[in-house]
Nanobody
Framework: QVQLVESGGGLVQAGGSLRLSCAAS????????MGWFRQALGKEREFVAR????????SYADSVKGRFTISRDNAGSTVYLEMNSLTPEDTAVYYC????????????????????WGQGTQVTVSS
């Protein structure tokens, strides 16, 4: 079992920044790849970013590349999502997720690859 708790969401103006955090417990954090997803009202949950176990490998959705940065602190069992140049299109509930078993390379952006999920944190970007 892995427990995930997100924090850091809120209301921000377009062009602003937010930093999301996700604290993990229940399993050796350095053995788990982590991802961030988001779900806007009325839309499906979509991949945002992923970081490998060591933190050296990262991947991003095209829509956030160059604006968002995912990172992790294995000593503190926390994964972060730094979000800059936010636009109203970034408004969504943001979820962190844990990939315990290690997904196949072509599945790493898929919801089904991730085994555990946090409760989500709301990010609202006003225009």
């Amino acid at each position: 079992q892995v427990q995930l708790v997100e924090s850091g969401g809120g209301l921000v103006q377009a062009g602003g920044s937010l930093r999301l955090s996700c604290a993990a417990s229940g399993r050796t954090f350095s053995s788990i790849a982590m991802g961030w997803f988001r779900q806007a009202l009325g839309k499906e949950r979509e991949f945002v970013a992923r970081v490998g176990r060591s933190g050296r490998s990262t991947s991003y959705a095209d829509s956030v590349k160059g604006r968002f940065t995912i990172s992790r602190d294995n000593a503190g069992s926390t994964v972060y999502l730094e979000m800059n140049s936010l636009t109203p299109e970034d408004t969504a509930v943001y979820y962190c997720a844990a990939d315990v078993n290690g997904g196949l390379p072509w599945t790493l952006t898929e919801v089904a690859t991730y085994d555990y999920w946090g409760q989500g944190t709301q990010v609202t970007v006003s225009s």
